[in-house]
């Protein structure tokens, strides 16, 4: 049965830090692409950041680049959100989501590998505040 | 960065009638565009990917169409357990990004 299941979120002060966690279980870890979503409290869902299967490739959102850092551990089947310089509004909850392989293609010089969402945890929650 | 907008913000619809969502990107995304529902409390669940192709264990009523930047979702003879908020995004380009969500509410 694939699961995910996060971890590591609580409150933190404007200007903090957090590190997050997800345990997946049940599929072969180091084969998929691995996201962060976040939703703040009564809104809609806010795509965060992505890590490819052997963590060569990382992309952000605006809203988070440079703040934030994906990672994973393919040894312990663990991803990573490390939160630095924490703003009240990145108080929400973030699911860690597994990125399932819908094609690539070449253009010019480039791969493109393209990656929707097919598993979610069941989210952590993050509050941001003095 | 793509912006995905979506209509209605909110929708009410009789069980047993058919609803209608749509999704539209601010440029092409080529077939790259998902759905997904989340009730209450819950975490999302994916029903459709590349536009049309409907998630392991989705019931046929739900079906997608479109291309480029103009999508839509259809839920056919709406039952009581899809009353939900909806989501479309797009994988074609990072960032990736989300609509910001249909309300589907019962009529």
């Known amino acids: 049965q694939v699961q995910l299941m996060e971890s590591g979120g609580g409150v933190v002060q404007p200007g903090g830090s957090l590190r997050l966690s997800c345990a997946a279980s049940?599929?072969?870890?180091?084969?998929?692409?691995m996201h962060w979503v976040r939703q703040a409290p009564g809104k809609g869902l806010e795509w965060v950041a992505f890590?490819?299967?052997?963590?060569?490739?990382?992309y952000y959102a605006d809203s988070v680049k440079g703040r934030f850092i994906i990672s994973r551990d393919n040894s312990k089947n663990t991803l990573h959100l490390q939160l630095n310089s924490m703003r009240a509004e990145d108080t929400a909850t973030f699911y860690c989501?597994?990125?399932?392989?819908?094609?690539?293609?070449?253009?010019?010089?480039?791969?493109?590998?393209?990656?929707?969402?097919?598993?979610w945890g069941k989210g952590t929650t993050v509050t941001v505040s003095s | 960065e793509i912006v995905m907008t979506q209509s209605p913000a909110a929708l009410s619809v009789s069980p047993g009638e058919r609803a209608t969502l749509s999704c539209r990107a601010s440029?092409?995304?080529?077939?790259?565009l998902a759905w997904y529902q989340q009730k209450p409390g819950q975490a999302p669940r994916l029903l459709i990917y590349?536009?049309?192709t409907r998630a392991t264990g989705i019931p046929a009523r739900f079906s997608g169409s479109g291309s480029g930047t103009e999508f839509t979702l259809s839920i056919s003879s709406l039952q009581s357990e899809d009353f939900a908020v909806y989501y479309c995004?797009?994988?074609?380009?990072?960032?990736?990004?989300f609509g910001q969500g249909t309300n589907l509410e019962i009529k």
């Open positions: 995004q797009q994988y074609d380009n990072w960032p990736s990004s």
């Open positions: 440029q092409n995304v080529n077939s790259h």
């Open positions: 590349a536009t049309s």
């Open positions: 890590i490819w299967y052997d963590g060569s490739n990382k």
């Open positions: 989501a597994r990125g399932k392989k819908d094609g690539s293609a070449q253009l010019g010089m480039v791969n493109y590998h393209y990656y929707y969402i097919d598993v």
């Open positions: 049940g599929f072969t870890f180091n084969t998929y692409g």
